[in-house]
């Protein structure tokens, strides 16, 4: 998936990858699409949930790498 | 006669701002686990948009004292309390397996190798996104914390009134 702009929270647990996403949306104009990246499995859910509060949009999840290091893409796209 | 038209999207959308979703709570416990948990919650809510408002009070008040300050209270009871009550963000005890400090210590290790924020750096983060920060002015009193002792950045002292007014517009009030 095409991101316009990219977060990397590699190492972060929670709560940590939802502060940063929070302050990096803001850098973005409505329609951009931010990737975030994670190996914090919480972010399967906790994006989407962030993201139904939020009002953004949840437009996928991309899971990389074997079962024990695993890393997540999310995408959301600014409201 | 002018009448105003109002776009429904749009004032609903400025109620949405006025009124956002509100989060209180009361962190009564000053053991570093629980404070990580009330202060992992705030900051997440406030990282959803909610309005967060934290409430300390008793153990609590621990979380948010300057560290190697002490006040000094006249009576010497309160002013023995006040050697053995120790505060400051980053030496608050677990409320398990502490060990006389050992244990803390250890967990602390284990959470910087894994770059998991302590409570300072959560407490910063809070202050951050707009955490409302109460201190409890009974149990201040009671404590004999003076308030030129607490950390900068508390928004108010205020007591029951103040926390329940902001609690009834909540829509999540947790005590821990």
Same mark, same amino acid.
């Given at each position: 998936?095409?991101? /316009?702009?990219?977060l990397?929270?590699?190492?972060?647990?929670?709560?940590?990858p939802i502060i940063l996403t929070s302050k990096k949306i803001?850098?973005?104009?409505?329609?951009?699409?931010l990737?975030v990246?994670?190996? /914090?499995?919480?972010?399967?859910?906790?994006?989407?949930?962030w993201?139904?509060?939020?009002?953004?949009?949840?437009?996928?999840?991309?899971?990389?790498?074997?079962?024990?290091?695993?890393?997540?893409?999310?995408?959301v796209?600014?409201? | 006669?002018?009448?105003?038209?109002?776009?429904?999207?749009?004032?609903?959308?400025?109620?949405?701002?006025?009124?956002?979703?509100?989060?209180?709570?009361?962190? &009564?416990?000053?053991?570093?686990?629980?404070?990580?948990?009330? &202060? #992992?919650?705030?900051?997440?809510?406030?990282a959803?948009?909610?309005?967060?408002?934290?409430?300390?009070?008793?153990?609590?008040?621990?979380?948010?004292?300057?560290?190697?300050?002490?006040?000094?209270?006249? *009576?010497?009871?309160?002013?023995?309390?006040?050697?053995?009550?120790? %505060?400051?963000?980053?030496?608050?005890?677990?409320?398990?397996?502490?060990?006389?400090?050992?244990?803390?210590?250890?967990?602390?290790?284990?959470?910087? *190798?894994?770059?998991?924020? %302590?409570?300072?750096?959560?407490?910063?983060?809070?202050?951050?996104?707009?955490?409302?920060?109460?201190?409890?002015?009974?149990? &201040? %009193?009671?404590? %004999? #914390? !003076?308030?030129?002792?607490?950390? *900068?950045?508390? *928004?108010?002292?205020?007591?029951? !009134?103040?926390?329940?007014?902001?609690?009834?517009?909540? !829509?999540?009030?947790?005590?821990?």
């Open positions: 998936m095409q991101a /316009d702009v990219k990397d929270t590699l190492g972060y647990f929670c709560p940590m803001k850098e973005l104009v409505p329609g951009q699409v990737e990246i994670s190996d /914090d499995e919480g972010i399967k859910k906790d994006m989407p949930a993201c139904e509060t939020t009002g953004h949009a949840m437009v996928g999840m991309e899971e990389e790498g074997a079962a024990d290091k695993k890393v997540y893409k999310a995408y796209k600014k409201a | 006669m002018n009448a105003t038209h109002i776009e429904p999207a749009t004032a609903l959308a400025e109620l949405k701002e006025t009124k956002p979703d509100k989060v209180t709570l009361v962190v &009564l416990s000053g053991d570093m686990d629980r404070v990580m948990a009330a &202060l #992992i919650i705030a900051t997440g809510a406030a959803m948009g909610m309005q967060v408002t934290m409430f300390f009070t008793f153990w609590g008040l621990n979380a948010i004292r300057k560290e190697n300050v002490s006040s000094s209270p006249k *009576d010497w009871l309160r002013r023995a309390f006040g050697w053995l009550n120790k %505060g400051g963000a980053s030496r608050l005890p677990l409320s398990r397996f502490h060990f006389g400090g050992l244990g803390t210590t250890m967990m602390k290790k284990v959470m910087k *190798d894994n770059r998991m924020p %302590g409570i300072p750096e959560l407490m910063e983060t809070a202050k951050d996104l707009d955490v409302k920060m109460i201190a409890c002015t009974t149990t &201040l %009193g009671l404590m %004999g #914390i !003076s308030k030129d002792t607490l950390i *900068d950045g508390i *928004d108010q002292l205020a007591g029951v !009134s103040t926390y329940l007014n902001e609690a009834r517009h909540g !829509s999540v009030n947790l005590f821990i």
